[in-house]
């Protein structure tokens, strides 16, 4: 079935340039079963599962002119071997190889003439694991209407669960006089669109957005201010690096206890400890005044905080909404705990001025839902202007037991953000299964260093750890 793209959509949509790639990824490595598994397998699963994500077999046609937003429609031609491909490194590959292909395949545009996903099974990895990357595009992924395909591949068992059989017949593709026509209809009846609409096709999306960057401004005080000045904020080139932590959720856990703060509190102060280390080491001014502005689309509780699950980073709302805030991080305070203690009232002090954003299938439906939370994270974060943060940091808890893909056990799983524009690092994590898992995505250029940042994380952790000893 055709239907417009939503302003939101449209809006991520044409924010994308060639340098600034508007997908949202996950990198998820296996163990396989015994026996192995195979791309043939891969491909059969996401077949059987695209049923419960029907916008990945539509594309995106434009409408002549750009009198109104465009519209998702049957990809007739819909090839499921183009969109899951086979990829592998010299064996035995290294992590540092599979962080390098990641790196390359988050730098590439999607294809706008099909659907716009992508995923990569990487085989060669050293100790017989098995890679499955996948990208999807920020516009796809609402986390309402469309959930991220990565949710709806893992089961509780090893055993995939049963999905009815559906066959899928393509509507026939409108023509483009039927768009046209359907354009110049809506023109007359909402006219105020199709302004929107001629602005977002001649690039003024600034203009598109007004509102939302007003709303979204009222809603945090910080949002008076420019962000200030880091080496995180310069041009960024086409080209990406990326990194990865990986670290026991205990710790986190105890340090929640111990200071009566949210599992998230704790993240973002860790956070801070690291990105302050890593502009000493670059040798940049840092004063006690010195601030880092975080955009976190994601934070901050359930109603059991004690469940041992990291779920106090998802604010579930009644409505079935998730929440998201500005915060400076205080990276020029010299004590761990005390950076600690002013993110934690930060964090209390902002909770009732966060955005939210609709979330209520992701909310709804089981699975791995950390996939659909980065996106919709992320569509949060595009909302504001990136003026007003220096870097993005989205957080979404995932279950705290083994997930299975066509028997492959699960062992990790790294969400991977976009850059924004002007924006040289994101980071991105999920906790599962007792463990949280960052993703450090920077631009090749600019940030060269990213591997430094990974290692202060968990050098920050462990100070923070210490602190309380």
Known sequence: MTSRMTAQDASYYYLETSNTPMHVGSLAILEPPEGGLDYESVLRLVEQRLPEVPRYRKKVREVAFGLSR???????????????????????????????????????????????????????????????????????????EALDIVQVLFDQEPVPREVPEELWMPEREPSESALLVGALAELVARPGEGVAALRSAVGDLTATLTETVDAVGRLARTAAQSAPETPLNTQISRSRRFSVVRSDLAPYRKIHSRYGCTINDVVLAVLAGALRYWL????????????????????????????????????????????????DLPVGEPNAVVRLSHIAHAGEAYSRQRRRVAAQTMVRLSGFAPATMHAVGTRVAMGFSQRMFNLMITNA??????????????????????????QALSIALTSYDGKIYYGLNADRDAMPDVDVAATLIQESLEELTDAGR
């Open 397 to 422: 808890p995932g279950p705290q037991h083994p997930l299975y893909l066509t028997g492959a056990r699960l062992l990790e799983i790294y969400p991977v953000s976009p850059l924004l524009k002007n």
């Open 70 to 144: 465009p519209v998702w429609v049957d990809d007739r031609d819909f090839d499921i071997t183009y969109h899951v491909r086979r990829s592998a490194l010299p064996r035995p590959g290294s992590d540092e190889q599979l962080h390098d292909l990641v790196a390359r395949l988050v730098s590439r545009p999607l294809d706008r003439t099909r659907p716009l996903w992508e995923m990569y099974l990487v085989e060669g990895l050293a100790n017989d694991r098995v890679a499955l990357f996948s990208k999807s595009h920020s516009a796809l992924v609402d986390g309402e």
């Open 280 to 327: 000493l080491s670059r040798g940049e001014p840092v004063t006690e005044a010195t601030v880092v502005r975080a955009m976190v689309p994601m934070s901050v509780y359930t109603q059991d905080p004690d469940d041992g699950a990291g779920n106090d980073t998802i604010q579930v709302h009644p409505q079935g909404e998730v929440s998201s805030f500005l915060l």
